[in-house]
């Protein structure tokens, strides 16, 4: 059963447009939700994250929505850039210093110049 | 941000020989490390976690005698695959935090077993 879903496989977004990557859960536990960014052949490096207590952090081009009732949370990068072009794992953890984290399969997205 | 290095970066070896693959967290103290495995386009598979002095714990359908991890200081956790096969080849990724929220990641290991 996975408990942290990321529905669509793909995203292709033109340069300077927005990019949306959605990510659901079904763990009523999770409180700590990240995400991930990642080239072939290298490990994730860490884009943003937030806590179930906020709806909405932002960082530069990146923000990620919360919707705790729904069990959905969002990615949006403006503007895109083509440097953008990875594969974007959203992650979700409970409560607690060593906490593991659940991954979702991962977006691929593309950003077109 | 807070930095994990992992070695070596690809590996290829015989089968039925044994690998180790080395993580270390450079600038802080990470009393638990996790080891992940990725496939092909699915996402990063948890293996176990490690804790430094102990056992490791052990995700359902992983076996620990032939995925032995050792924990033996705060900076250096360890995953050996042993008597590894074709189908053990993957890339390995190992992750540690230094606080409760941010996991840091290595580089990755890509072992091919042929």
């Known amino acids: 059963d996975q408990q942290v879903k990321q529905n669509s496989p793909s995203l292709s977004v033109q340069e300077g447009r927005i990019s949306i990557l959605n990510c659901d859960y079904t763990n009523s536990m999770f409180d700590y939700f990240l995400w991930y960014k990642k080239y072939p052949a290298e490990g994730p490096t860490f884009l943003i994250s937030?806590?179930?207590?906020?709806d909405k952090n932002e960082d530069g081009r990146f923000t990620v929505f919360l919707n705790k009732s729904a069990k959905h949370l969002s990615l949006h990068i403006v503007p895109s850039q083509p440097g953008d072009s990875a594969v974007y794992f959203c992650a979700a953890s409970a409560t607690g210093a060593n906490s593991k984290l659940t991954f979702g399969k991962g977006i691929t997205l593309s950003v077109r110049p | 941000g807070a930095v994990v290095s992992q070695h070596p970066s690809r590996v290829i070896c015989k089968s039925g020989t044994s690998v180790k693959i080395e993580c270390r967290s450079l600038?802080?103290?990470?009393?638990?490390m996790f080891w992940y495995r990725q496939f092909p386009k699915k996402s990063l598979m948890l293996m176990a976690t490690s804790n430094e002095g102990s056992k490791a714990t052990y995700e359902q359908g992983v076996e620990k005698d032939k995925f032995l991890i050792n924990h033996a200081s705060l900076t250096l956790s360890t995953l050996t695959v042993t008597s590894a096969h074709p189908e053990d080849s993957s890339f390995y990724i190992c992750?540690?935090?230094?606080?409760?929220?941010?996991?840091?990641f290595g580089q990755g290991t890509r072992l091919t077993v042929v």
């Open positions: 937030i806590s179930s207590i906020k």
């Open positions: 992750s540690a935090r230094d606080r409760e929220t941010e996991a840091f």
């Open positions: 600038d802080f103290q990470a009393t638990t």
